[in-house]
């Protein structure tokens, strides 16, 4: 497959075949203008014979891409033999080139993800690196979609979209639902940093909670899935975790109010005349790591059943 252009994005090939029974139906490939630089994984239906099947797809984008593309593959192609309505979909996840040391995080996660702030209001204290987010909608819509409909999947017939994102990729799906409703059809925020800036976020809901605010309405309203553990904000000591280890890990987790915040969000915007459906999901037994694989598996439900 050669290389493909948009503007001045190129699309390099880093890998766009492996052994069937190793990791089949799966690309990575390098999207670069030079100044941003991403490592995007396309993976199809297992049923495909190749990228140029003529059949009608869903679409999911997922944040975090180095941690969760895979995941998120796995888990539609798990769904697949046990759902026998389930659509042709295809995944895409958005990753990057490197990670943090022992990690599959990426710094570049902090300009990407974090939303911006008001042109008077005091820069956000972390992460401390300007906001790129409205940029990376703007690559999400006008580079990567265009590219993953027309360059590698060009007879496809593509209907919905859904954008996926976790903790700090959690914030920025909000963001977007906010800044751009049209985007996509559904909009899955699993452990939203809502904590972040103070809370800030959450005094920038008017666009979804103002009956008269000026904002478009897209064609079809969007729905929204918030996702959270309970064992988030209100941890439990582990069977062979110290007592010195348990407090130290509820010093972090507890001040990011986790339930507390995701439930004031859900019902600031539960009656929301913007969005044709909100769900509220706790995951009472998970921690806020887990969360990011048991929402997308429900994500799926929620995006393809809705």
């Not at 139906?25 to 490592?39: D, K, L, R």
Request: aromatic share 14%.
């Amino acid at each position: 497959m050669s290389l493909s252009q948009i503007g001045t994005w190129s699309f390099h090939p880093l890998a766009t075949s492996f052994p069937g029974n190793i990791l089949p139906n799966v690309q990575f490939w390098n999207v670069t203008n030079g100044t941003w630089e991403y490592q995007v994984q396309v993976a199809y239906p297992l049923n495909w014979t190749s990228t140029g099947e003529s059949s009608t797809v869903d679409t999911m984008y997922v944040l975090d891409g180095n941690a969760l593309g895979l995941t998120a593959t796995e888990a539609l192609r798990r769904r697949r033999p046990v759902e026998f309505a389930q659509p042709d979909t295809i995944v895409v996840s958005i990753g990057y080139p490197e990670t943090l040391p022992d990690s599959p995080y990426s710094s570049h996660r902090s300009y990407d993800y974090q939303p911006p702030v008001c042109s008077t209001c005091p820069p956000a204290p972390a992460p401390g690196v300007p906001s790129n987010a409205d940029n990376f909608m703007e690559i999400l819509d006008s580079v990567l979609r265009p590219w993953v409909r027309k360059s590698v999947f060009p007879n496809a017939q593509f209907e919905r979209d859904a954008l996926y994102g976790h903790s700090f990729g959690g914030l920025f799906v909000l963001y977007a639902l906010l800044k751009r409703p049209e985007m996509f059809d559904t909009f899955l925020a699993a452990s939203p940093a809502l904590f972040w800036n103070d809370g800030y976020i959450l005094n920038q809901l008017a666009p979804l909670t103002n009956k008269s605010s000026l904002s478009p309405l897209p064609k079809k309203k969007p729905a929204f899935q918030i996702s959270y553990g309970a064992l988030e904000q209100f941890p439990v000591k582990r069977r062979t975790e110290t007592q010195a280890d348990y407090e130290f890990r509820k010093s972090i987790l507890v001040p990011m109010q986790m339930t507390t915040l995701t439930n004031r969000l859900y019902n600031a915007v539960k009656k929301s005349t913007k969005l044709r459906d909100v769900s509220l999901h706790e995951y009472p037994f998970s921690d806020h790591a887990a969360v990011a694989a048991a929402a997308f598996g429900d994500g799926i439900d929620y995006f393809l059943d809705w």
